[in-house]
């Protein structure tokens, strides 16, 4: 059968099962939801996709699963002839804006096919990794960022090695950590990097096993990180000591190639306690789910309710009201004569399944799915051959936006609660308002960081349930309590009334409130009574702080003063500390208390100041008095002492000798305090007679002598 054929043949296939499924679909929409399919068709293959905090799609497709100057089978769009990769070479990337159903395309200058991709705290787009060549597939060093703000792409700081299906995960700092993929050399790369926004990437950190290329990866409330799949054995990453332990391995006990996994709602009623639910996967793909308690004291994946149906190359979505959207793969890889359309819902904590409305396109390897901010879910793509692609996009309207059907079977559209206001910045462990005049009948709160998709698992998503009262036409809600439970960044706002409908969501970054950090190098001085010196001290702005910060110093012995230049910093900065002590000081170790102050904040850190009394040296040479004859030698021992905390070097020396001596000092300097022995030999022809020796020792500008006898007989 020839290309053209099959396209027509698989159309009209769905179009019947779209005519045979609308009137039962269209029926229970108030109860399994409904599918639409968008007359807007997707232009470049949307291999990977994240939502960005202004509500558009950042579709990146580099290459496109289309290697440069391949044919392509009649009637498809033709393979880049290589980079730059953009409009006019049916590649690169582009905005989807979900409001007005339009494309964006914008260029690419090197091939992000197969990156990892996540969203910083910022709000803009990390792309890491990507193809930098074909068949076989060899992994790119180079990493980018997209501004949202300017729609522009920008280099950042390359990977020590390659990486081609890399998974990249938010840690609670803001960080972005990456693992596994394909290195420059077609090698699975077993080492952690991790990527500081601005800063660039720490050193790699060994796993010492090899995973699976796009690991499945999701952060917990602990800070550490989950490896649940696709592999049987899930492994524990600790972030900062960089080391991998293992946890359980796998009811199923095979690999669950390109099946999923989900971070589960993390709410407050639970103290936030982590489950993750695995999906599908395998060739022929399997139906099973799992789940696993990592609140629990030994952790073991627990059987959970099968899907309608065998899910590779599938995605879930999680939607407002906690349920999970099981959607699209197939049961035989790449194959969209076995592709599932029927999707599932999971309840939020995974124990039960029912069944949500079909779908009408094949989404197999490389579909997408997202949570749009209207809270319905977009999806789209499907890769079933090189060169092919699936253009339409679908949204998939569920269940709680529909209130129940009129006399014509049609949905009635349910009456959603609306946010007046929000704030646009939430920080953590306090409490925020939300504005709305449906109050009273609000059930729920949630935040739900924005997916970033691609190859049947979303390395961004998650939900935080939100405690909260209501007040009038106000909910007093209280803010996650820290980052790992909500990593820094942009999050959808919804709230939920008494029968499960969500408004339309609010977007809000999380974050750590504006602060600054104080630090003072050296830790500590030494220095003499009477003297000064001077610390470093140095105010780091942190979350965005832009305030004035005054220095004091405290902790100072008597009769020592204190003196910042300059006394005030805005931001970040340094300034030097001097301080300056009297003859009169007691001598003695100090710690000094360094305090910064901006308005209510106050940080301080600690050096130590060390004053010592007069710092010098004795010098004492003994016997006072030698008597030798001419041929022969003799010897003075000469004594350094310190004074305070003298610990500098005695250079020594002797004057005063007669002709044809020699004198010689063993050793010829002394540090802080010894004994050197002052040898001198007299000629047999020396001159008879008594003669006095002058012996110096000198340590810089100090110098300190006395005398000796020699009598030469």
């Known amino acids: 059968m020839n290309s053209s054929r099959a396209t027509c043949v698989r159309f009209v296939s769905r179009l019947l099962l779209v005519c045979a499924l609308a009137p039962e679909m269209m029926a229970q929409a108030n109860v399994q939801g409904r599918w639409r399919t968008l007359?807007?068709?997707?232009?470049?293959?949307?291999?990977?996709?994240?939502?960005?905090?202004?509500?558009?799609?950042?579709v990146v497709a580099g290459s496109g699963n289309c290697a440069p100057g391949q044919t392509v089978p009649s009637g498809q769009p033709a393979c880049p002839t290589g980079a730059p990769y953009g409009p006019s070479n049916n590649s690169g990337a582009g905005l989807f804006d979900p409001a007005t159903n339009s494309f964006t395309p914008f260029p690419l200058s090197w091939?992000?096919?197969?990156?990892?991709?996540?969203?910083?705290?910022?709000?803009?787009?990390?792309?890491?990794?990507?193809?930098?060549?074909?068949?076989?597939?060899?992994?790119?060093?180079?990493?980018?960022?997209?501004?949202?703000?300017?729609?522009?792409?920008?280099?950042?700081?390359?990977?020590?090695?390659?990486?081609?299906?890399?998974?990249?995960?938010?840690?609670?700092?803001?960080?972005?950590?990456?693992?596994?993929?394909?290195?420059?050399?077609?090698?699975?790369?077993?080492?952690?990097?991790?990527?500081?926004?601005?800063?660039?990437?720490?050193?790699?950190?060994?796993?010492?096993?090899?995973?699976?290329?796009?690991?499945?990866?999701?952060l917990l409330p602990n800070g550490k990180v989950f490896y649940s799949g696709s592999g049987v054995t899930s492994r524990l990453f600790d972030p900062v000591a960089h080391t991998w332990s293992t946890v359980a391995n796998?009811?199923?006990?095979?690999?669950?190639?390109?099946?999923?996994?989900?971070?589960?709602?993390?709410?407050?009623?639970?103290?936030?306690?982590?489950?993750v639910m695995i999906m599908g996967g395998g060739n022929p793909a399997t139906a099973t789910t799992e789940i696993i308690d990592l609140g629990a004291p030994s952790p073991s994946w627990q059987s959970g309710p099968d899907m309608s149906g065998g899910r590779i190359e599938m995605d879930a979505v999680i939607l407002p009201n906690g349920k999970v959207l099981a959607l699209g793969g197939s049961s035989s890889d790449e194959n969209e004569s076995t592709a599932t359309f029927t999707a599932d819902l999971f309840a939020a904590d995974g124990g039960s399944k029912s069944p949500a409305s079909a779908n009408s396109v094949p989404r197999v390897y490389h579909s997408v799915a997202l949570l749009l901010p209207d809270a319905t879910v977009w999806s789209a793509g499907g890769n079933y051959t090189r060169g092919s692609y699936q253009h339409q996009m679908e949204i998939y309207e569920?269940?709680?936006?529909?209130?129940?059907?009129?006399?014509?079977?049609?949905?009635?559209?349910?009456?959603?609660?609306?946010?007046?206001?929000?704030?646009?910045?939430?920080?953590?462990?306090?409490?925020?308002?939300?504005?709305?005049?449906?109050?009273?009948?609000?059930?729920?709160v949630v935040l739900v960081r924005p997916g970033a998709s691609t190859h049947a698992f979303d390395m961004d998503q998650r939900l935080v349930g939100l405690s909260f009262t209501a007040a009038g036409d106000v909910l007093n809600v209280n803010s996650p309590p820290n980052s790992n439970i909500a990593p820094p960044g942009y999050y959808m706002l919804f709230v939920l009334n008494s029968v499960g409908t969500p408004s339309i969501a609010s977007?809000?970054?999380?974050?750590?409130?504006?602060?600054?950090?104080?630090?003072?190098?050296?830790?500590?001085?030494?220095i003499v009574q009477g003297s000064s010196t001077t610390y470093s001290a140095t105010v780091t702005a942190l979350n965005g702080f832009n305030g004035n910060v005054s220095l004091s110093a405290s902790g100072l012995p008597s009769g020592a003063n204190a003196s910042f230049n300059p006394s005030t910093i805005s931001g970040s900065g340094s300034s030097t500390l001097t301080i300056t002590t009297l003859s009169s000081t007691p001598a003695g170790s100090y710690p000094i208390t360094i305090t910064a102050t901006s308005g209510t904040l106050a940080h301080a850190t600690t050096v130590t100041l060390v004053v010592t009394g007069p710092s010098d040296f004795t010098l004492v040479v003994s016997p006072t008095s030698r008597t030798i004859n001419r041929g022969s030698s003799t010897t003075y021992s000469v004594n350094i002492g310190a004074v305070g905390s003298f610990s500098g070097t005695v250079s020594l020396t002797v004057s005063g000798l007669p002709k044809k001596t020699t004198s010689n000092f063993t050793p010829a300097s002394i540090t802080s305090a010894g004994t050197s022995i002052l040898k001198v030999s007299?000629?047999?022809?020396?001159?008879?007679?008594?003669?006095?020796?002058t012996i110096r020792g000198t340590s810089g500008a100090t110098s300190h002598s006395t005398t000796a006898t020699l009598t030469i007989q």
């Open 682 to 693: 007299a000629n047999p022809t020396a001159v008879s007679g008594t003669y006095t020796l």
């Open 250 to 275: 796998t009811v199923l006990g095979t690999t669950r190639t390109y099946g999923t996994s989900v971070l589960l709602p993390l709410t407050p009623e639970t103290n936030y306690r982590p489950r």
């Open 39 to 58: 007359i807007q068709l997707m232009p470049i293959n949307p291999v990977h996709v994240a939502l960005l905090h202004n509500g558009k799609v950042l």
């Open 111 to 218: 091939d992000m096919f197969c990156n990892g991709m996540v969203v910083l705290p910022d709000g803009r787009a990390f792309i890491n990794g990507g193809t930098l060549r074909y068949d076989p597939f060899y992994g790119e060093k180079r990493s980018a960022v997209f501004d949202p703000s300017t729609n522009l792409f920008s280099d950042v700081q390359t990977m020590a090695h390659g990486r081609w299906y890399p998974t990249v995960t938010t840690l609670g700092d803001g960080r972005a950590m990456t693992f596994s993929g394909l290195t420059e050399t077609g090698a699975t790369s077993t080492t952690v990097e991790i990527y500081t926004p601005g800063a660039g990437w720490s050193q790699e950190f060994g796993a010492g096993w090899t995973p699976p290329l796009y690991p499945r990866m999701h």
């Open 507 to 526: 977007f809000v970054q999380v974050t750590q409130p504006p602060d600054f950090s104080v630090s003072a190098t050296p830790s500590s001085r030494t």
């Open 398 to 444: 569920p269940a709680y936006l529909f209130s129940g059907v009129d006399t014509s079977g049609n949905p009635i559209p349910a009456a959603r609660p609306m946010i007046s206001t929000a704030p646009a910045i939430i920080n953590y462990g306090t409490g925020f308002s939300v504005g709305t005049p449906n109050a009273s009948d609000i059930s729920s």
